[in-house]
C-alpha cells in the first residue's frame, strides 16, 4: 500500500495500488505541465515495453516511472535509459542480488551461461532537435515476484527469488531513485559508471540494426549510449535507439 511505502525520494512521488501504466499515466502529466513526477505502482494492467510489447507487472513488482525536464538535445536522451540501468543494478546489488547490465537496456542476473531477466526499462521522450521537452523513463522490477507468474520465454527472475526471501520495497525504491538523481543531474559520469556493471563487453556479439546485421566484439560504449563493436571490416559504433537487443554469438 502506499503506506508501505512512505518514500522520502529526491522526486514527488504518486502512488497507485493499481493502474495501466505509469508510463501514461507520466505522459498525461507531462502534458498536463507537471514538471518532475514519479509515478509508482503496486501492480499495472496494461503494462508496455519496447515496440509496444507486453510487461508483466504482477501486485509485489516495483513500477515505475520518472518524468522529469532535461536542459539537453533529443539526441542525449539514450544516455537516461543507461543511467536507469546503473541505479537499478546499485540498488539490487545493495539489496544482495549481483545484478549486471546488458546493452542497451536489459538488467539481468547471471547463473552460469543463463541470463535471466530482472529490470525493464523504457524511456520515451518529446521536444524539438535542439532541446527536450519532457523524459519519461519507465523502470519495472520483478521485485517481490513470482517468475512463474512472468512469460517463460523471457526466462524472468526476481530480486525475490535471488534473495530468498522478500526485498524491502521502500527501501530498495528510495536508493534506486537517490542513484538516478545523481546520475541524470550529472551524465558525464553514467558511461563510466556502465561500464563497471556491463556483462556486454569483451564479447562476441550480433546487433540487428535497421542497415542489417552487426557482428564482432563489444568492446566498449560511448556517449550517450552507442555500442562499439570491433567487425572483421573495421569499427561500428551502433546508437542504442535504433536497434533490437543484441545476442551472444
Ligand atoms: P522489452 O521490449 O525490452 O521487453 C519486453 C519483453 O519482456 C516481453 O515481450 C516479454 O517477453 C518480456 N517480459 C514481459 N514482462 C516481463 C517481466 N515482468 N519480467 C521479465 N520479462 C518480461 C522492456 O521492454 C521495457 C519494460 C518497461 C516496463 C516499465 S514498468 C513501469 C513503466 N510502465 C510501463 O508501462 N512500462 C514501464
Redesign the pocket.
Known sequence: SAVEYGLDAPFAVEYHDSI?????R?RDLAAEGASETVVL?DE?T??????D??????SG?V???VLFRPDVPMAHAPVFTLAAAVAVTRAAREAGVDAGIKWP??VLVRHGDAER??????TEMEGEADRVSWVVV?????AN?D?AD??D??????LSTERGEPVDRRLFTQRLLEEFDALRQDTGQVVEAWREYATTLGKQVRVETPEGPVEGEAVDIQFPGALVVETESGTEVVSAGDCE?LRPV
Open positions: 495501466p501504466s505509469t508510463n501514461a507520466a505502482a499495472q496494461g503494462g508496455r515495453g519496447r515496440l510489447r507486453e510487461w508483466h507487472s504482477p513488482g513500477w515505475l516511472s537496456n536489459d531477466k530482472l529490470v525493464g526499462i523504457l519507465g523502470i519495472g522490477v520483478n515476484v517468475p512472468l512469460p520465454e523471457a526466462t524472468p527472475t526476481s537487443h
